[in-house]
């Protein structure tokens, strides 16, 4: 009797073990089983990548041309979100929020330096609240004048703006843009004193400045290319510090002008915190769909040259921007809209 009963207590012991042994290996699995679910959910998001410009512009065009490519390399969706304001600001606050999973970037440009010093009240920072990805391409810009004004030349113009001050005027496209900070670097260097005139846009700017109404205008090449090509503009100066292809004969204003250099560019950032393999794996994509020649050939058509950094050096050039258009927009008394 006292047999059965150890027996019977070893069998129940031993069915307890198992019961709870079979409980634990479940719950693992089922752990296992929701991580890689999530995990695959994760993979399966598409990436976003934010444009804080409006649809059209060299922006938003370079962001989807990268994303068009990056999808493909990638083997997942890859959509471009616009979400214009405040110089892109909004979208950089958006990304800075956002999880840091690399299924969300945004393309910056020039204007994410600038921000900086401009608007005195971010709620993010430009360089620690982001994760560097690469910086995709950098565009020159040119200094035009319309055909009305006489001038043929930077020098001639400087002359003429010595002796005739605030006579002339400079176009503005948008305040606190690469174009803006590129005329009052100009006027910081060269000690004209010339009138800004500001625009809500590029082209109605343009339109002026074609109608004679104002008579300067730093531009994007790709806006003006036409009609300089046309006669109807006169093209001073490139702001790269050689000549570009598109423009050969046009000089570089840092002839006349030493050490001035001013070109929009276009890079991609994650929010902080992202893991160096994501990080990595970010990098690798881009810089692959980068060195595509249709790619390339696209994003040059835009009147940009490709650039490619590694994460590293982005996030060294995106420091050593934000301490150079900080001494610029001091000089500019420049204040957000």
């Not at 290996?25 to 993979?43: P, R």
Request: with cysteine; net charge positive.
């Amino acid at each position: 009797m006292m047999l059965t009963i150890h027996r019977l207590a070893q069998y129940l012991k031993c069915n307890l073990r198992m019961t709870l042994y079979l409980k634990s290996y479940i719950l693992v699995w089922s752990s296992f089983l929701a991580l890689s679910g999530f995990a695959q959910s994760a993979l399966n998001a598409p990436l976003k990548i934010i444009v804080g410009a409006p649809p059209g512009g060299t922006t938003d065009t370079t962001a989807r041309i990268v994303a068009h490519a990056l999808g493909t390399q990638l083997s997942r969706n890859v959509i471009v979100e616009n979400h214009p304001g405040a110089g892109g600001n909004l979208a950089a606050e958006w990304v800075a929020q956002a999880p840091a999973d690399g299924n969300t970037l945004l393309m910056c440009f020039t204007s994410h330096a600038i921000n900086a010093s401009l608007y005195p009240n971010l709620n993010f920072n430009p360089i620690k609240d982001f994760t560097p990805i690469t910086l995709v391409a950098s565009s020159p810009s040119v200094l035009v004048a319309s055909p009305s004004l006489g001038i043929r030349s930077l020098s001639e113009l400087i002359t003429y703006a010595k002796s005739h001050p605030g006579k002339l005027n400079f176009a503005i496209g948008a305040l606190g843009s690469s174009l803006h900070m590129a005329g009052e670097e100009f006027k910081m260097r060269s000690g004209l004193y010339i009138v800004n005139i500001p625009y809500r846009g590029t082209a109605p700017a343009v339109q002026d400045l074609l109608a004679g109404q104002v008579e300067l205008m730093f531009a994007a090449v790709g806006n003006v290319q036409q009609h300089i090509k046309s006669g109807k503009l006169i093209a001073l100066g490139v702001t790269s510090t050689r000549s570009i292809d598109s423009l050969p004969n046009v000089p570089p204003i840092a002839q006349i002008l030493p050490g001035f250099e001013s070109s929009a560019w276009f890079g991609l950032l994650g929010p902080a915190g992202m893991s160096p393999s994501t990080q990595k794996e970010l990098l690798q994509a881009t810089r692959q769909v980068l060195s595509l020649p249709d790619v390339r050939k696209k994003i040059e058509m835009e009147g940009a040259t490709v650039v490619s950094s590694s994460g590293p050096e982005f996030s060294n050039f995106l420091s050593s921007e934000v301490l150079r258009w900080k001494k610029v927009v001091a000089y500019s008394g420049a204040k957000p809209e």
